[in-house]
């Protein structure tokens, strides 16, 4: 399209056309102004018209000046053109820069009942950097405010964050949506594509609406979102940070997760480098209860994973508090990593035996702040007390029928037995509860043990030094079950003594009674730590040492509850979940958007249960992000479009040109002044 065109005749030039081009699709704001290109008459009247009055002088002989007077009008009469010219630039342009000319919107941004929803995306992720060294985060609730600004007052909006907070199911003014702005702060909840579209189209299906969806769209936790749908307009908003490469802690766990008593133990943390450069001597440090208990250097290579330990000091007792922690810049949120290292749950010891004379069982799981031991003889014992054990003792006992089905229950509801045979037992009632091939044979002489395998995962950490010249306990082989390769403890003679067997839960077998006539085992200084790892192992507990931020249900063991008073999680703020009892279990259904990471104690009353530790989702630290090809590629319809906005700044000129158009005033404007200083620079130099 070409603008309007100007035709200007001067006496002495055939003709001159000033034409003025504009783009295509250019249209004016206030047309009603081009009349006043009318004006452009009056220079050219006062280039026609010069009213000056001029002097006669006389010569005696003008042979000689008229040469030099030829030259010089004609270069006056070069100057005056020129300066006609800028006069005539000057005031066209300056007409039509009232009439404001502008390119048209692509979009319509007036219309009537528009109804906007805006989702920013307010993860962790968001905490990165982007140039300017301004918050994605910033720069997010920046851009929500210039699309408040852009849309007419009329308008109505909905804010949707990651909390998916009540007040998004409800439509809002402008002013009352840069309040909610203020207000967004960063969240532990991470959401997919799928939740998000999910949530849009729940929350009022039924209206046609613009979605401005404002996000670092990062790969792992968009997922793969469902069809768009057609009846809405989606725009992408991509909030780019400047550095996508983070490190931080993949996983941590203890090597032995149910050490008891003085047993040697040891975290290891796996650390993940996500980023395209190696991280040399990162410094990691251990803190337990406020105290620093270790720290150690450690290179990671780019896309890799490297395990660091730390040996845990022996006689942790009660609710420990220990964070990893590294410095690594510029995305930090996640380099504090919290575990919760809880030995205040006692394992709860039942011993079934003849009669009511204390035991080595009784004597070694004595320690009431680490075992709950109970013992009864086996005509007196109650069939529901093995619902609450972890570990039960059959000492010297032959189980009739009853028993031996109520324990079978157990095994197979993943329990753990401990079988000690008694000397003039039934081998057949044997077989029926271990459910292994078992013999009685006759008492033989006494002989030693073989030294342990350090190598069986059974002794993982119990021994400080590995010595083969350990002392060994002497026992007479009673039971015999065959060839065990896998045995925990072996006779000289390769024998097993000490079994393993896996049947749902876990069935240990002691080859000889406990007794003096058979065995110095209880005597001995294996005794001990074997027991304590035993009943480590068959520990069944439901804590875990954290949780991520995105996890919903938490599980404790809870046995005594007083009263109605409700659980509470007392950490940065006080939270009372949703809960639920099942039998000695409470279950815990956690808001996600009242949680930070960090430690919580369980509360009940005055009592403080358990301690819990949350760290955010792994995911969220993956800091790999699409690109506004992949993404519209991904998202799919034809009602979606990209902003490829990387600042405020552009952000802000791109929507406006989207929606208001492009002003094209401000270039007429300096055309104008650039002509008005080059006629005052022909009039001032040109002679």
Known sequence: MTGPSIKIEIPGVTCLELSVNFESQMSFLYPSFLWALSALAIPILIHLFNFRRTTRVFFS?????????????????????????????????????????????????????????????NSFSMSAQMEGRARALDAAVTFATEIIDLFPPDTRYRLLTNDFAPSSNTRKTGEEVADLLTQVRLSPVTRSAAEIINRIRLSDPSRNEEVFWISDFQQSTFGSPPVPDSTIRWHLVPVVPTVNSNVFIDTAYLDNPFAIGQERNSLTVRMRNDGNREREQLNVKLTINGIQAATTAVTIPPGAMRDVSFDLATGLAGLNRAQVSFNDIPVSFDNEFYLALNYNERINV?????????????????????????????????????????????????????????????IDGYGTLLFIPRADGNAESYRNLLGVSVTLRDQAPMQELDPPDFDNPFFENVFEERTPSIAMPRAARLLEWGDDRSAILRFRNGAPFLSSFQQGGRVFVLASPLNDTYTDFSRNALFVPVMYRMASTAKRSAAKPYYTLNESLVTLKADSLAGEEPIRLKGEQEVIPAQRIIGDRVLLDIPRHSITQGFYYVTSGSDTLDLLAFNPDRDESRMATYDVQEVMRL????????????????????????????????????????FLLAEILLIRFMK
């Open 350 to 410: 039942l011993e079934i035996k003849p009669d009511n004379r204390t035991t080595p069982i009784r004597q070694v799981f004595g320690n009431n702040q680490v075992f709950n031991y109970n013992g009864f003889p086996a005509g007196n014992f109650n069939y529901s007390l093995l619902d609450q054990a972890d570990i039960v003792v059959l000492n010297g006992v032959d189980p009739d029928p009853a028993l031996a089905q109520a324990l079978r229950a157990f």
């Open 635 to 674: 998202m799919g319809g034809d009602q979606v479009s990209v902003f490829e906005a990387r600042t405020p700044e552009a952000f802000s000129k791109e929507i406006k040109d989207r929606y208001l158009g492009k002003t094209l005033w401000k270039y007429a404007v300096m055309l104008a002044l650039a």
């Open 61 to 121: 002989n003008t042979r000689a000046l008229r040469q030099v007077r030829e030259v010089t009008t004609a270069r006056r009469k070069l100057k005056h053109y020129l300066v006609l010219l800028c006069r005539l630039l000057f005031i066209a342009f300056l007409v039509i820069a009232f009439a404001q000319p502008v390119i048209p919107a692509r979009e319509d941004a007036g219309g009537s009942h528009r109804d906007i929803t805006i989702y920013l995306d």
